[in-house]
């Protein structure tokens, strides 16, 4: 009977960590570049009993029983979203499969996103406010000193007097699973596969969306809310029956 209180309490946990997921994609539906997390739980085997041995170390298998349920890995969808036209001089998205990056020089290292609304920082270097400059494709920071520029379709830029300024680097990933979301949003490539640059075409004046799906998770939101106040509902039903148990077994004795 104690095993319900695991099954019950570990589903509400996961429950709980889904509902986080959820939320923060929904927060999150207006940023720009922002690519929505997907939650996956999956079941823990008990194995402490699952095998039985003699004194010659002989041991039979004696079957696997799952316990509980809990928190797996979370998997980002980079698949690329729309566009918005901003027409702002310093705006910048990138057309491709979602495996290519904007890399930003932080004081921690270089990061990674999809978010192109750039700004000139004091020393009038293209930045990202709040993070870091903007890496060309030689992993040099941008110096422009003025928004009055022209591009091209693959992020080099101009003065308006045709005066080349630097190529914005696209840095592209074989493999995205590697990457890791840190708490500012960006993305790091630490200990996983290097991103190469690559010739790829950049939009100008314009900005990727999220890619989160309102309707969807919400539709997400409800099914785990109901799901969490069942077991809730039933953690309480199975503490009434333990009470009554202990109360009826006292009577007997």
């Known amino acids: 009977m104690f095993k319900g209180f695991y099954n019950l309490t570990s589903g509400m946990i996961t429950h709980g960590k889904h509902l986080d997921v959820i939320s923060n994609n929904m927060a ?10 997907t939650f996956t739980g999956q079941t823990f085997d008990e194995v402490m009993f699952s095998r039985v041995g003699n004194k010659d170390k002989e ?9 509980v349920t809990v ?11 729309s566009f918005d036209e901003t027409g702002m001089p310093l705006d910048f998205a990138i057309e491709d499969d979602g495996t290519g990056f ?4 932080t004081e921690g290292g270089v990061v990674y996103t999809r978010a192109g609304d750039f700004s000139l920082d004091d ?3 293209l930045g990202l406010p709040d993070h870091g400059r903007v890496l060309d494709v030689n992993g040099e920071e941008i110096l422009l000193t003025t928004d009055k520029i022209t591009t091209d379709d693959y992020g080099r830029i101009y003065t308006k007097n045709g005066g080349f300024l630097g190529q914005i680097g696209v840095y592209v990933f074989e493999n995205t699973d590697g990457l890791e979301r840190d708490p500012m949003g960006m993305f790091t490539a630490a200990g996983g596969p290097q991103p190469q640059v690559q010739p790829t075409r950049v939009h100008h004046g314009m900005l990727e969306r999220s890619n989160v799906g309102l309707v969807q998770q919400m539709a997400k939101m ?3 809310q109901r799901a969490y106040q069942s077991a809730a509902t039933l953690t309480k039903i ?3 029956v333990m009470v009554h148990a202990s109360d009826d077994l006292g009577r007997l004795q």
């Open 238 to 240: 199975y503490d009434q």
């Open 59 to 67: 041991y039979i298998d004696i079957g696997n029983q799952s316990y």
């Open 71 to 81: 928190p797996s890995q979370l998997y980002t969808d980079f698949s690329q979203s």
């Open 222 to 224: 409800i099914t785990t």
């Open 28 to 37: 999150n539906v207006a940023t720009t570049g922002f690519k929505a997390d």
């Open 102 to 105: 904007f890399a930003i020089q």
């Open 123 to 125: 020393e009038g270097y």
